[in-house]
């Protein structure tokens, strides 16, 4: 099994910044993707970043490009996510998630944040 702990969240100001953090343990294995999704109210959960095992390839939904960064310290099974410019829309419980891919295919998700930005 793999835990998931997140942190970060919080309320802020439209136009301010957050950093959202996602720490990993349990069985994690080299061969993985890390990432955030995120759901608003009423609003299916959407995919926000994803980042994989190397730090190489990273993919954002077209509403964060240029404004969200995500990353990874694999030293300490950490994946963050930088959020600036944020906008009212970015409101939502963000989840953080991950991919085992060495053996069996496996997703595992935190527990969730909740981002509040009051325009």
């Known amino acids: 099994q793999v835990q998931l702990v997140e942190s970060g969240g919080g309320s802020v100001q439209a136009g301010g910044s957050l950093r959202l953090s996602c720490a990993a343990s349990?069985?994690?294995?080299?061969?993985?993707?890390m990432g955030w999704y995120r759901q608003a109210p009423g609003k299916q959960r959407e995919l926000v970043a994803i980042?994989?095992?190397?730090?190489?390839?990273?993919n954002y939904a077209n509403s964060v490009k240029g404004r969200f960064t995500i990353s990874r310290d694999n030293a300490k099974n950490t994946v963050y996510l930088q959020m600036n410019s944020l906008r009212a829309e970015d409101t939502a419980v963000y989840y953080c998630?991950?991919?085992?891919?060495?053996?069996?295919?496996?997703?595992?998700w935190g527990q969730g944040t909740q981002v509040t930005v009051s325009s």
């Open positions: 998630f991950r991919r085992e891919l060495q053996f069996k295919k496996s997703d595992y």
């Open positions: 980042i994989t095992d190397d730090g190489g390839i990273t």
């Open positions: 349990g069985s994690i294995f080299s061969i993985n993707a």
